[in-house]
């Protein structure tokens, strides 16, 4: 549906994306990186909005050119933060919103009650919370209709139960579609994605299933020590978790040499998995 060919984007003061290749169908992709890591850049990409410094973007096996309005047309973007008037309502805000995209109004009432908005969708956006604000923007998203859903860290905000909502709604509507979310918070990704997308310094570091991402990872080790080996560690090896268990006692988790005698071999995380690839510290 949609290819990108060796993507550059840059800045005048630096390099957001660098000769980034991958082809995209139908599904749900997590797109995982650090803050930094290039995510919103790709994104705006994918939704027309910016242009590519060099390489070439497709959709559906076609040259996009200069023009960006196809692209446009086949995607919906919901920004990291959604900025509106604070006196408009959730209810004339995504009405607005979906007018201007020429699509259809039903089935708005559904939506606000998935996303637990009824009792709110009539009241001013700036006396919501944030994360109700998010939910908000989902609802305009999926409201939207288009064959590309962008989310760029679309649970932001959300409480657990929210978050629920959110992974069962888009679960329901992505089939035959394609949904890209960017996230830095790995257990997004293992709630629901089919394909991961890891961005680091604006490079694809890793392009598969989580289950491939997995299957990268390093031994992973854990023990428990005070915090003379903990502080001592992190200058070892590459650590992926702290945790503290006592007074002075902390469960330690790193990747790589099993450096004590007492240290146990654990099954890999997506997190152990995600700090290989980018060799970031936890």
Wanted: aromatic share 6%; proline share 4%; charged share 25%.
């Amino acid at each position: 549906m949609i290819g990108f060919d060796k993507v550059d984007k840059y800045f005048q003061s630096h390099s957001a994306l660098r000769q980034v290749d991958f082809e995209l169908g139908a599904g749900i992709v997590a797109l995982l990186g650090r803050n930094g890591a290039g995510k919103s850049t790709l994104l705006s990409i994918l939704a027309g909005l910016a242009a590519e410094s060099a390489g070439t973007v497709r959709l559906d096996g076609k040259e996009l050119g200069r023009s960006r309005r196809a692209l446009r047309a086949a995607t919906t973007l919901l920004p990291q933060d959604l900025r509106v008037d604070p006196k408009i309502s959730a209810r004339a805000l995504v009405r607005y919103l979906l007018k201007l995209r020429r699509r259809p109004l039903g089935g708005l009432d559904e939506l606000f009650a998935v996303f637990g908005l009824s009792d709110v969708c009539d009241r001013p956006l700036g006396s919501l919370s944030g994360g109700t604000r998010q939910r908000v923007g989902l609802v305009y998203v999926f409201a939207a209709d288009t064959p590309v859903l962008l989310l760029d860290e679309p649970t932001q905000g959300l409480d657990p139960w929210e978050r629920l909502r959110f992974t069962e709604h888009l679960a329901r509507v992505a089939a035959g579609r394609l949904v890209v979310y960017s996230t830095h918070v790995v257990a997004d990704v293992e709630a629901i994605a089919e394909r991961v997308l890891v961005l680091d310094q604006g490079g694809l570091v890793h392009d598969g299933s989580p289950q491939d991402l997995l299957a990268r990872t390093p031994p992973v080790w854990v023990t428990d020590g005070d915090q003379e080996v903990a502080s001592s560690l992190g200058s070892r090896v590459l650590v992926t978790a702290v945790k503290r268990i006592g007074d002075d006692s902390y469960r330690l988790r790193w990747l790589g040499e099993r450096l004590y005698g007492d240290a146990r071999p654990v099954e890999p995380s997506l997190s152990d998995a995600y700090i290989a690839v980018t060799g970031g510290q936890a």
